[in-house]
C-alpha cells in the first residue's frame, strides 16, 4: 500500500508570502495526485488533480507540480482565507484504496 | 448546483449498529462513483468505501471490512453506509464525496455526518 508523507506537519507564514509544501509517495504513483484545502468546520475542497490541474474555480495563485515520488503545492502570495490544512490523496490500482497524507496545516504568522 | 447532504449520524454504543445516508441533488446520480470518508476529531482524512455507478464494483478500506456495507438508490438520488459491530475508534465526522467521472478524486464533499461510539 501507498503511503503519502507530508511536510512539514506545520507551516508558519505571512499574508502576502510564498507558501511551499511537499508530498511524498512511498512508490510512484506517476502524475495521479490530488491537493486538498481543508478549514476548520468545512469538508475538503478539492485544489488540484493530476498533480498540476487547477480544479474548477481554483484561484491561479495555486499551482502543482511534480511526478512520480515527489510533488509540491505552491501558493504563490498568501490571502487571509488560505490559512488551513492541505491534504494529498492519491489512488492505488491494486489494492484498490485511496490514500490521503496526514495533513500540512498552514498557519498565520 | 452540486449538493449532498449527510444524515443518520449520532450517538451509539460499541457494538451498535448505525445507518448513514446522503442525498444527492444537481447532478445526474447514477452516472457517479461514490464514496464515505471519515475523519476522526482532530485527525486527518480516510478514505471508508467506494461504490461505482451501478454499484458493480465496490470496495472497502481494510479498517472497516466486514462491518460496514456501502450501497446506493439512483432512483432515489441516494447514498448509504450501513454500519455495524462499530467501535470507538470508527468515532468520526462521515462524509460523502462524489468521484470526479475522468480522475479518481473527490470533486464534491458533503458537510458531513457525526458518529460517536461511546457507552
Known amino acids: 500500500e501507498i503511503v503519502l508523507t507530508q511536510s512539514p506537519a506545520t507551516l508558519s507564514l505571512s499574508p502576502g508570502e510564498r507558501a511551499t509544501l511537499s508530498c511524498r509517495a512511498s512508490?510512484?504513483?506517476?502524475?495521479?495526485l490530488a491537493w486538498y484545502q481543508q478549514k476548520p468546520g468545512q469538508a475538503p475542497r478539492l485544489l488540484i488533480y493530476?498533480?498540476?490541474n487547477r480544479a474548477t474555480g481554483i484561484p491561479a495563485r495555486f499551482s502543482g507540480s511534480g511526478s512520480g515520488t515527489d510533488f509540491t503545492l505552491t501558493i504563490s502570495s498568501l490571502e487571509p482565507e488560505d490559512f488551513a490544512v492541505y491534504y494529498c490523496?492519491?489512488?492505488?490500482?491494486?489494492?484498490?484504496?485511496?490514500?490521503f497524507g496526514q495533513g500540512t496545516k498552514l498557519e498565520i504568522k | 448546483e452540486v449538493q449532498l447532504v449527510e444524515s443518520g449520524g449520532g450517538l451509539v454504543q460499541p457494538g451498535g449498529s448505525l445507518r448513514l445516508s446522503c442525498a444527492a441533488s444537481?447532478?445526474?446520480?447514477?452516472?457517479?462513483?461514490m464514496n464515505w470518508v471519515r475523519q476522526a476529531p482532530g485527525k486527518g482524512l480516510e478514505w471508508v468505501s467506494y461504490?461505482?455507478?451501478?454499484?458493480?464494483?465496490?470496495y472497502y478500506a481494510d479498517s472497516v471490512k466486514g462491518r460496514f456495507t456501502i450501497s446506493r438508490d439512483n432512483a432515489k438520488n441516494s447514498l448509504y453506509l450501513q454500519m455495524n459491530s462499530l467501535r470507538a475508534e470508527d468515532t468520526a465526522v462521515y462524509y460523502c464525496?462524489?468521484?470526479?467521472?475522468?480522475?479518481?478524486?473527490?470533486?464534491?464533499w458533503g458537510q458531513g455526518t457525526l458518529v460517536t461510539v461511546s457507552s
Open positions: 444537481g447532478f445526474t446520480f447514477s452516472s457517479y462513483s
Open positions: 464525496a462524489r468521484e470526479a467521472t475522468v480522475v479518481t478524486v473527490f470533486d464534491y
Open positions: 461504490i461505482s455507478s451501478s454499484s458493480s464494483t465496490i
Open positions: 512508490q510512484s504513483v506517476s502524475s495521479y
Open positions: 493530476d498533480a498540476s
Open positions: 490523496q492519491q489512488r492505488s490500482n491494486w489494492p484498490p484504496v485511496y490514500t
